[in-house]
């Protein structure tokens, strides 16, 4: 039998275009170099990403492009795979939603189990659609202010603050494929009712690693009460249930529900009863994602597992990143503002692309990308690479590799740490680029 594994899950990237800077310098880079230093200490880890094709946004950038979803999913889907593996990011499980036909069929599954266990109850629900065209509200399709720290938001959740918001409970909402006004209709759905799992939540977020700011919103949650998630509904993008389509993130709290046990055991779990018994060999579980993440890795996928027969306390910790900007502003692939990873990767070493956005990473607060920031970082960078030899200098290496080691753990993650480390030896001693550097660069 193998030993119990520690997982690692970083957010699916949406292919409704191509992976840029900002997206490297959260999730993905930084827990590349996690695992990578995980496993330098003899850690059994599972790394775990994938596509994310469900979210509509997709479907509204083909339409923007004047292409099928199809297309725009193989050209978009194609450069985010392609930028990550120039990039060095490597991961055990890579779900393909859109191409893996027992996925779908697990996340359905996972899905009725939940219904039939009475976990989660179809009922009669208000929902939003555009009084222009009929089409139900949610994510792409509605924009307003966030009723919580008022920052623009889209429906499913806020950018500025990572509270769940819907069409109903944005302030000033309007469909962006009409610019029209949400009207309310009646639909007959399935719903988690996040607040029937208190109890167990309380306990996860008592015990599991996460940030202040990410506490401040689950403190909210406590105080005024969980919400009631639609689970799926009617729309024209996502995996089909009936005659509905199941929600993006309800889909990816059940795909790794169903998908991790399936890698686990080799098999394909049936029932939620052989989904909880693939996690049994799972030891730990930590989530990588920007703070607009933050409800779905904290709430609701807990809530989720919790439902599913899963220990939600295998969560240990969550490590967050704010935005990162680019010349002041967010880098943003609806708006076109941003510097593609594919392209900057192609033209730089990754190595160093690597290093410099560790030691930029928008842990704490945003941080901007500039070229002179990026050129100044380079240069300084490689003259350590280079440098002359001498004994001080290796001193002061062996000194701080136990300190970027450290600087690399799940339990304090912190990897500009472990950058300035190298950078303040003056010259790398062998030692050091056994261990932090290689897991920094990915080499």
Known sequence: MRDPVTLVLSTPPTPNGPLH?????????????????????GRAVVSVCGLDPHQNYVLARAESDGTSPEVALDKY????????????????????????????QGVVRVLDGLLERGAATVEDTTVMRCAGCGRTLHHVRVAGRCPSCGEGASGGTCEGCGSFVTAATLIDARSTCCQADPTPAQQRIPVLHLERWRAELTQVWARAQVPSRVRTLLAGYLDHGLPAVPLAYETDWGIRWGDL????????????????????????????AACAAGWSGVAGMWNFFGIDNAFYYTVLNPAVMTAAGLDPGLLRGVVVNEFYRLDGLKFSTSRDHAIWAHEFLAAEDPAVVRAYLSWERP??????????????????????????????PRVLAEKDADRAAQALRLESFDPAVAVRCVLDAHQVDPALVAGSLAALTGA
């Open 21 to 41: 800077v900002g997206h490297l310098s959260g999730p993905y880079i930084a827990a590349d170099i996690a695992v990578r230093a995980a496993r330098a200490e």
């Open 77 to 104: 889907g194609s450069l985010v795979r392609d930028a990550m593996a120039v990039a060095r990011i490597d991961h055990d499980v890579f779900f393909e939603p859109d191409t893996d036909t027992a996925y779908r």
């Open 245 to 272: 389509r199941v929600d993006v993130w309800a889909e990816m709290a059940f795909g790794y529900v169903y998908g991790i046990a399936r890698h686990l055991t080799g098999t394909d779990p049936t029932d939620l």
């Open 363 to 392: 842990d704490r607060s945003s941080t901007d990308f500039t070229r002179a920031g990026y050129e100044a970082f380079k240069q300084r960078w490689t003259a350590v690479m280079n440098g002359p030899g001498s004994d001080a």
